[in-house]
């Protein structure tokens, strides 16, 4: 009894000792990161020199010679690039939209921007009549008889009841994804699709659209939200209105780009390797700084922290910034293919693409047994604002290495509440980004891989 | 036994009803303020068409009349005001400030402004050499030999390192408070003090000051982060370097104001009063957005939420605009004077005095065992976002209520990082509130409000 004792006191003293040297790594790591943090600074580089880098673009080219150098400086024990074939799709040249009354007279141009993928109109634009649907299942209910040969106009808003935004963005993106190939299935020569967003402002929020292999496909754009509200209610009053429609967008044949890879060494070899990254590519219309620039300074300035600490985790930490996650993915899919034929063994990944905002959790895909280890954790994270550990989701780029070898992916969950905003617009720039919000997310995201790499999942 | 465990049931069962009935009344309110919400549009008439309203502005009396007319509007069941007399500071006029070469040559205006309450310079400006120290206790180090005829610039800065930045603005604004009195005492003839800010910008940061007694007056002002840095520098290459300084304010005799308090009545007489607050002046430098226009339209929409979801709580519900938190609380003392004098029950107080971002939590001044049932209710608040209930404070308004009558006190813990970027300056504006971290806001302050009327502290 009395040895059994013994080894029970010994048990919860090391496991007091051992919370205690965590709190202190978590102090320094935080410190670090609040006091000589150079993620501001990166951010500020890659928006306002590189700007909007979508894949196959010359920024992007760009965005993937500057990581490299940053990586290095962050103190990377050796970086690399990770080839992948990319889609090169252009904006090309100035998009217009404009209101038509039914008599013939001009009455608003509105703000749009044409869906990423989509084709383009005619050179001389389409001019048709506009049919507002609530979604795409509204469609079946209107027919082909009052769609056929007009535009439709999917105006279904975000809910704005869900405490995270994320939520709601899923429940209202399917009309921009598919709603060009549900609509010409009906005869529509085009769509506008309202902004995904909550706010209300003059900005159209562009993002991925797709095709159906087997229909034909019709030009697709984005309204912003007072103009949907506008169209929406002109329609009221002249239902026979005509909108005029004109973008320049296209393929152009696929491009050569990279992954960017830097690597920290683990202490020890016989661990596996721990993935930290964000996505280099955005979309063209603004500066990518909250999609995701921040995902991509953070990963940086993971390295940069542990060198600088002086600490040398047990695992190889890998920051990735992966190439075309925005209309592709495919520096995502390249990274675990990689992955699976090098026979890598990848103890988890972690991924920030939510935005640069004060962090408040980790959402996860692993199995039940490693998720309550990381939640037996969120005492250390709670003075740090860091406390959700619940909610389940992992993020794009590193979805398919899940896929690949089950590896446990977790997501960085900022505070939701302003991501819509900015999100696939020309205001998604540095401004948005608050220094310390962002830094913090860095900071937790180190401790969280502190933690992993010294005691697994 | 059989009816022990009887009663045992009964009682987690009746326990897991009501914990059922306040969480579906918690999503009622939050999608009330989340949908049907009027605080952002308040805050936008409040800080763009009154805009910074210091006691005794004519800015401040319009926004007494509007606040007045917006409760009524909000559904109160009687609006009225508490007459208080508060100072009536003014800048006046254009500021100056200049580095001068020993040499004599101009070497670059800086931003500054005057502190809150601060006299001005003479007409013709005071122009003398600069010492810098970091903070008080520096100031006898130095001692009157080396800081005799010159101006003392205050250059200790905001610790980054603290998350919650409230910490480190109490350790940096003792310098800001009292820096004159100090100063004076080793013949100091102004004083400058860095902003208390964790932001590097041009924005100099106002803010109350106050003299002692028995101490000749000096003027004081406040000078932006960016300027400080500049000035802290080239002092190391030029120690002789002057510095022009000009500034215009005074105080004019006091003037009447008020408190605006918007009741609704419990449907319990013998239930007390929940008051809800936040202060309704501001610095004039700014449109006083989040400091404090957020805590005014969050109030107001505590009223209109209850009112629209149909709800009549047991508690009578008071909304009170404070006047003049910033230069005198004048307005807090009344209302604790009053209540106190008529002999009022006063169930609980809640403030929200840190800005419109999304909140976290709430701190509190209570007796253990209130404190223990507050934290009993966290699992309610926490898929909305709000999980921190352990810290202490309650806020300045209604700190005197406490004192007079031991009332427990509670004020609203928003995220905190970006509140010192605009706290007291010229860029406290509308823009840079986000509606939903606002809504979010009061719907958990109205959410608190519920619990407390039902259960009591």
Redesign the interface.
Known sequence: MKSKLLIASLFIFTTAITAQNDSVMFRKI??EA??NGKSYSNLNYLCKKIGGRLAGSPQAQQAVEWTFKAMKEAGADTVYLQECMVPHWIRGGKESARVISSGGKIIKDVPICALGNSIATPVQGITAQVIEVFGIAELEKMGKEKIQGKIVFFNQAMD??N?E?FRSYGGAVSQRWGGASEAVKYGAVAIIVRSVT??QDDNPHTGSMGYKDSLNKIPACAISSNGANWLSDYLKTDKDLKFYLKTNCKFLPEEKSYNVVGELYGSDKNEGIITVGGHLDSWDTGEGAHDDGAGIVQSIEIIRIFKNIGIKPKHTIRAVAFMNEENGLRGGKKYAELAKLKNEKHTAAIESDAGGF?P?GFSSEMELIQKSKLKSWAPLFL???V??FDNDGGGADIGPLREALGTPILELMP?S??YF?YHHTAIDTFETV????LE?GGASMAALIWMISEYGL
Do not use: C, V
């Open positions: 935080f410190t609040l006091t704005p009841t405490i935004t909550l706010t004060s408040r003075p740090y604002g406390y959700d505070d509440q302003r905003d608050n220094k310390r919000e913090l």
